[in-house]
């Protein structure tokens, strides 16, 4: 026969066959050669793929631990494989992957078989393994064609020569989309069972592995009958690979599972929505979007919820209480009823509130409300506003008048006078309309009774006050003008709070901040907060004005605090500006600071009366109630310098055995009264046995 075979076909011939068929091979290796690198030319290097980090969601967390929001381009948590519970694993490898354990990337048995059934014009399943999703969701774009198909078995077969079975299976785990912006099974079993992935039991565990396939139509959210049907299926899968025997599966399939609220929080949505902007844009312009949204940052801050809570439910209740006094034409209520399109202001005109809440040692910023609602405005009236101060700004004047040698019994004229500035004349006017003649300097400061601190212009001028309150911090341009004695300019509540606090911290002013801690997901320490001090005032000076600003709390335009929920150890002032357009009131205690703003946020006058002690000191009193009723009462702590002697209010010189209203009064070193009464003669009075709290003076007040 091979004789026939070497006659009929020459020699020649065979060995051109032979030439042909091997120029045919080394044509289609040098094809499939050229098909695989144009294929590979835009895949990620190995380099990458050594280093595959899914994005993570940063967290922000409040002082107690509580998480306050996350923030994430997708919502993932990252766990590690032996923190997933088995029964989820063999779930996800039953239903999606039989022969995860057995291929290199590419199921070949399970290739053929769809191939086979494709051209006998059979429905099959798709031939993704595990680890061509994995590569798939990391760097391909979901199209359906034969090059990414063929792209993404190449990158499936490189990642299985990097990574082991088990790291593969957690990168999967821990990426694969389950719905409603869920990324990864932890983020899956919060969201919609409530618990960590670690608590699943095995029948929630088989309903999250049969929504891989589609999320959406088996949420158990939506669609819990489609969500129970699934889990049958995976179940039986189970079965069928030995994972489960008949009678277990059987046992989870008749077990129902308890769908957790997609909408609750340990924290609302909208809970302290102010504080956590300020919180982001901090993270965002320090260390990028990219590191804010990916990165999976861990951020501790300084807040505290129930103190958040305090002062968003006082100021809510007090305002809608406002809004019905002065019968607004436009409320809260009524702009929340109207449609958001067609019936709205382009600008929210309802009566607005601010609130900040500063711990006076610390500087940490323990509760921040810039607004009613966040969802209307952006505008943050406590950290960005800049506002009229008015006699809020007063304690600041008289600070300079004690360092320039008055003293609490010094005697002010309360009388008219007009200055002229230059350009015009100022007449400065009370807001009684009447005029007391002689009183203290603790009766004017604590009546907030303007001409006497008006006229301490002509003694001083503005630069020892514009000095003082540059040192304590604030930043804001103000007017050389003499109206400023009387709050002219604006300034932010920010800044009021921070200069009230360091009346509070023994002349220390602490610079504030809302971050204790930023770090990365391995644990690397990126930001540590530290508590920045400065010395601003002497101790001595910062208890006089304490010691000052508490009469007026007690006695002069604050007073209505008691009944109004706050009845501990405190020191404050109102604030209101002409027309009543901003109401203030910023009080502290040893440890407390706390300011409140009422206003428009276009400025317009709030009424008839609306001054700060009638619509923004009931706020500060209820919440700052609440928080002294649960640490209890503290007293300011006197330095030693501090000289008491007992004054005649009258002439404000050293009370004598005939003067007939006088006070234990408190002085600076050197700038007690050296004389005895002039007025009413007698002996010098004697301090010894004599009670050292303060005589009760005349309750009439200013509210200004």
Known sequence: MANILTRTIPSRWVRRLLVLFLLLFLGSVAASVLVLDRLSRDLPSLEKLRNIQPSEKTVIF?????????????NRTVVPLERIPTHLQNAVVSIEDRRFYDHYGIDLKRLVK?????ALGKGSPGASTLTMQLAKNLFLTPEKTLARKARQMILAVQIEQIYTKDEILAMYLNQIYLGRGTYGVQAAAKLFFGKDVW??????????????QIPERYSPIHNLDSAYRRRSIVLQMMVLSGKLTQEQATTIG???????DPDASPVEAGFAAYFVEEVRKHLEQTYGADKLYTDGLRVWTTLVPRYQMWLEDAASEHMAALEVEFDYPMTKALFDSLDAVDERPDRVEYLQCAGLLQDVRTGAILAMMGGRDFADTKWNNAWQASRQPGSIFKPFVYLTALQQG??????????????????SLWRPKNFSNRFRGPVTLRFALSRSINTPTAKLYLDFGLQPVLDNVRRLGFTSELPRVPALFLGAGEVTLREVVGAYSAFANHGVRVEQHLVTRVETLDGEVLEQARIRQHEVLDPAEAYLMTNLLNTTLREGTGQSAR????????????GTTNESTNAWFCGFTPSFCGGIWVGF???RPMGRNATGAHQALPIWAKFMGQITDEKGDEEFVRPPAIIEKRACLVS???????????IVEVFLPGSFPQTVCDVHGGELHDLSGVDKGFDTLDQSDDDF
Do not use: H
Request: aromatic share 8%; net charge negative; with cysteine.
């Open 406 to 423: 008055y003293n609490p019994a010094s005697i002010l004229l309360d009388t008219p006078f007009v200055l002229d500035t230059g350009t």
């Open 254 to 260: 008749a077990t129902e599972v308890v769908v957790a």
């Open 62 to 74: 409040a002082a107690n631990g509580d998480t306050l929001r996350e923030f994430y381009t997708q």
């Open 601 to 603: 946020d276009e400025p």
């Open 652 to 662: 404000g010189l050293l009370a004598t055995t005939a003067c007939d209203s006088t």
């Open 199 to 212: 608590d699943l039991n095995p029948a929630e565990s088989t309903m999250i592995a049969g929504m891989i």
């Open 563 to 574: 009944w109004r929920g706050f009845s501990k150890t405190g020191a404050g002032k109102t």
């Open 114 to 118: 769809i191939l086979a059934d494709n």
